[in-house]
């Protein structure tokens, strides 16, 4: 039964489909392929796990070899390059005409051995960056960034457009999940800072809900504040704005103060003095605080 299904012709309009992994993003984008009628092949380490979407249609490999080399355009979508790394030593074949697409949390360096060692077997690679929770794949809620081949990307594109709003951000592989990781920095940065306030003021006796409503509106300058922070990053000409280096030295060393011994640190703001001093010394202590990006 199982070959007479893999002999199903996809059509020559369409690529021919393989994921491998199937867990929550794998599963979700095997069900939007297979709502868009296209004939997907799946593999799961633990093949129990990809029942429900060989129910649901899908055609069900016995090995990450049999759906490699079905597929024309493979999505590894799996939970970190250790599991990449493991799927792509099990294939021995040309890929020659094929893309990989490696939908995984990585870092930069995991992306350039990824991109490596699919280019050595002869196919192209992109690299993507998730910015969606499954429920959302498929919807114009999802944003998925990708990078590595442009051709790939323009070849694919009609098809990665049916996961998400698709965006190319650069041909380096490790682009995506620079962009990715740099984002989720921006996250964690603002909700830590938000904590460590928060904790400072509670430990000072402090309301933090009415604390929280002016956190609010600090958090507000600093997203009103983003256009005119790339445009100095660009320029590099680096303006003081509201505080020059001096007056930003005054307050970073307090802060440094205050949460000295806290739970959550200081946020690494020794490091930032070190950096405003070095710049003061260097007579640019007029100069705004991206001046320490600069």
């Not at 979407?53 to 090995?63: C, D, I, K």
């Not at 600090?218 to 020059?244: K, N």
Request: aromatic share 6%; proline share 3%; charged share 20%.
């Amino acid at each position: 039964m199982f070959e007479d299904r893999a002999m199903v012709d996809v059509g020559k309009s369409a690529p021919r489909i393989a994921v491998i992994g199937t867990g929550a993003i794998g599963g979700a984008v095997v069900h939007r392929l297979l709502g868009d009628g296209r004939h997907v092949t799946v593999w799961n380490r633990t093949e129990g796990r990809a029942r429900d979407l060989v129910v649901a249609g899908a055609l069900p490999a016995r090995s990450v070899r049999e759906a490699v080399s079905s597929s024309t355009l493979v999505f590894l979508t799996l939970k970190d390059y250790a599991a990449v790394e493991q799927c792509l030593g099990q294939l021995d074949m040309d890929l020659s005409g094929q893309t990989i697409v490696g939908m995984y949390t990585g870092s930069a360096s995991e992306a350039r051995l990824a991109a490596q060692r699919v280019a050595g077997l002869g196919a192209q690679y992109i690299d993507a960056g998730i910015q969606a929770s499954p429920e959302v794949i498929g919807t114009d809620a999802a944003t998925i960034l990708y990078s590595g081949s442009p051709e790939a990307f323009e070849q694919h594109r009609a098809t990665l457009e049916l996961l998400s709003k698709p965006r190319f951000v650069g041909e380096a592989p490790e682009a995506a999940a620079v962009w990715d990781l740099a984002l989720f920095g921006v996250w964690y940065d603002a909700q830590l800072g938000l904590l460590r306030a928060l904790e400072t003021a509670r430990a000072a006796g402090i309301n933090v809900l009415e604390f929280s409503r002016t956190a609010s509106t600090q958090l507000g300058h600093v997203v009103a504040a983003v256009p005119a922070t790339v445009s100095e990053m660009q320029q590099g000409i680096y303006p003081a704005g509201p505080a020059d280096l001096t007056e930003h030295l005054t307050v970073v060393r307090h802060l440094i103060e205050l949460r000295a011994g806290r739970r959550l640190s200081d946020g690494g703001l020794p490091e930032v003095a070190a950096k405003i001093e070095a710049l003061i010394a260097d007579g640019r202590g007029g100069e705004g605080l991206t001046a320490t990006a600069g």
